[in-house]
């Protein structure tokens, strides 16, 4: 088993591990690799099959209430109310999130519309040109057959 970062970095790493548990705290927004890898020696034939359950929890359904309340002595009620505490802040800060990222995809919205209208102007100026450059190409190209006047 091996967890790795979008860098690169190795966060854990066990081999043989037939099973486990495994947690990790960060502040960064990050994607995470986890690689399950098996081997087998040489000569041995067919692989056996083997089922590989995996449970990732993040953010507040992560933390064991339970220990936190042995730990600092909390009766129930308090535990519920940390929970939710973590809970709500947890829910400001996904809004906050989404509200950054709806700021950046409205900038990047604006900025295509911009693009479109400079290209459609462009577009139609040199459909402009165009048309008016063949008339006069035309109108000689008549006078000198003598076809119009």
């Given at each position: ?78 535990v519920e109310l940390r929970r939710l505490e973590d809970l709500s802040e947890s829910i400001v800060n996904d ?55």
């Amino acid at each position: 088993l091996q967890i790795t970062d979008s860098a690169g970095h190795i966060l854990y790493a066990k081999e043989d591990a037939t099973k486990g548990k495994f947690a990790f705290t960060t502040e960064d927004y990050d994607m995470f690799e986890a690689c399950f890898e098996s081997k087998l020696p040489v000569g041995t034939g067919r692989m056996p099959d083997q089922l590989v359950t995996l449970d990732m929890k993040h953010g507040v359904e992560a933390k064991n209430y339970e220990e936190i309340a042995k730990v600092e002595k909390l009766k129930p009620l308090e535990v519920e109310l940390r929970r939710l505490e973590d809970l709500s802040e947890s829910i400001v800060n996904d809004f906050a999130y989404m509200k950054k990222r709806e700021e950046e995809m409205r900038d990047t919205n604006e900025s295509t519309n911009t693009r479109v209208l400079y290209f459609s102007v462009f577009s139609m100026c040199c459909l402009i040109g165009l048309a008016t450059w063949q008339v006069f190409y035309l109108r000689r190209f008549f006078k000198a057959k003598k076809l119009i006047e």
